[in-house]
């Protein structure tokens, strides 16, 4: 699982241009789970523009707007107002995109946000019978964070949905290489292989 933001520990590379992970000096790192590559390459894109507006701050009002619409999201998805659920987590889907990407750690901001958000989004969407919609939002989630086992279940519940048994199958057996002890992805992997039969 990806470490909180707030306990990412960066170094610069020598030349100054590059931000790294402390730990093993490389810009995209599988141990540390970041990769830095997007954000190193904007910034650049912008190293030879000579007038470059003045630097960002995150906007901490930001997070916590992000946070209150996923959280009323949950509040109705556990009221089962399904409609209503999908709707908050739009708003805090959309919310978290219009972060500027230049922002400090705007890459990282944007995936750990809309990871959990776009995986409730789509269970609301799969019990709503929006298969494709919950599909989409399924797919995002794995690759804004493949390492999720969560997000390889919500798309493998969808798959079997649209009734494509095999591919799910691998959805939740990706999952189970991820999280070997899921009850969830163990039960939903051995539905879909009795459906395939």
């Known amino acids: 699982m990806m470490e909180p933001i707030s306990t990412w520990e ?5 030349d100054g241009d590059r931000i790294l992970c402390k730990a093993h000096g490389k810009e995209q790192c599988d141990k540390c789970k970041v990769d830095w590559t997007q954000h190193n390459q904007l910034a650049a894109s912008l190293k ?21 619409l996923k959280e009323e999201g949950n509040k109705y998805f556990k009221q089962e107002n399904y409609a209503e659920a999908i709707r ?12 500027p990407l230049w922002e400090p750690l705007a890459f990282q901001y944007v995936r ?3 990871s ?24 995002m989630v794995t690759r804004l964070k493949p390492e999720w086992s969560k997000g390889w279940f919500r798309k493998g519940k969808a798959l079997g949905a649209l009734n494509r048994g095999e591919e799910a ?24 292989e009795l459906s395939n039969r």
């Open 10 to 14: 960066v170094s610069v590379s020598n």
């Open 48 to 68: 030879h523009v000579k007038e470059l507006p003045p630097p960002s701050t995150p906007n901490p009002v930001r997070n916590a707007q992000v946070n209150r």
């Open 88 to 99: 908050f987590y739009g708003m805090a889907a959309d919310l978290s995109w219009s972060r």
């Open 112 to 114: 750990e946000e809309l």
């Open 116 to 139: 959990p958000i776009l995986s409730n989004r789509s269970a609301a969407h799969l019990t709503l019978k929006n298969t494709v919609d919950a599909l989409v939002d399924a797919e």
């Open 169 to 192: 199958a691998v959805a939740f057996q990706t999952g189970l290489r991820l999280d070997h002890e899921s009850e969830e992805l163990k039960k939903a992997l051995e539905e879909v």
